[in-house]
């Protein structure tokens, strides 16, 4: 099976038939997809302008497309690296398993999903990279009270989420499943209490 630098070659061979650009350009979504498979090519084809459906894009937009890709999976390749070096100190230090924070880390493991957006339309529109370095410069810092992409502070918790943890805060700004370590207890509380509340409303 081709890995990612393969398929990102593939998307760049100018002799090759643009439709099987494409084609390696949809595969790489399968190694790297930080909002998983739909939402990150929604996004890539808005950004591009890129027809989802076209099956002949224009290959200056399919390589911007990549371009952007390529970006992002480089700066969360750089916080993998960084996480498994602080791993390995914390082993050393006698500390045999990892936090509860690091959860999330676990569930997008290679990047897939780690802005998970539920709803495939519904994502940052910022760049990838620039939404990457936000998500992890905020679980860095610690948890806060608001998104850590968009800043919004409307969260709501959802129970009905399409891919695991199947249940958790959405932020409504940018439509991404925010990671909880990311969240103060007192905002995911207020997010659960919105979610309450809009079923009372609803009913």
Avoid at 14 to 40: I, M, Q, V
Avoid at 123 to 139: F, G, M, N, W
Avoid at 191 to 199: I, P, Q
Wanted: charged fraction near 30%.
């Amino acid at each position: 099976m081709a890995g990612f630098r393969s398929l990102a070659r593939q998307v760049r061979d100018t002799r090759s038939d643009l439709a099987l650009r494409r084609y390696s350009l949809r595969k790489c979504l399968e190694r790297f997809a930080p909002y998983g498979h739909r939402a990150t090519w929604d996004h890539l084809c808005h950004r591009h302008r890129i027809h989802p459906e076209d099956r002949s894009p224009d290959p200056v937009r399919l390589v911007a497309a990549l371009d952007e890709l390529e970006r992002a999976r480089a700066v969360w390749l750089a916080y993998e690296e960084s996480f498994a070096d602080r791993r390995r100190r914390e082993k050393y230090d006698g500390l045999r398993r990892p936090s509860a924070d690091d959860e999330w880390h676990r569930r997008a493991r290679g990047g897939n999903g780690v802005a998970r957006c539920d709803t495939p339309a519904a994502h940052p529109s910022a760049p990838l990279d620039e939404v990457l370095r936000r998500l992890i410069t905020a679980l860095e810092r610690g948890p806060g009270t608001a998104c850590p992409v968009c800043t919004t502070t409307v969260i709501v918790w959802r129970q009905d989420l399409a891919h695991e943890p199947w249940t958790g805060p959405v932020c409504t700004g940018c439509g991404i499943v925010v990671p909880r370590p990311a969240l103060t207890s007192e905002a995911l509380a207020a997010a659960k209490r919105a979610a309450r509340e809009a079923l009372v409303s609803a009913a």
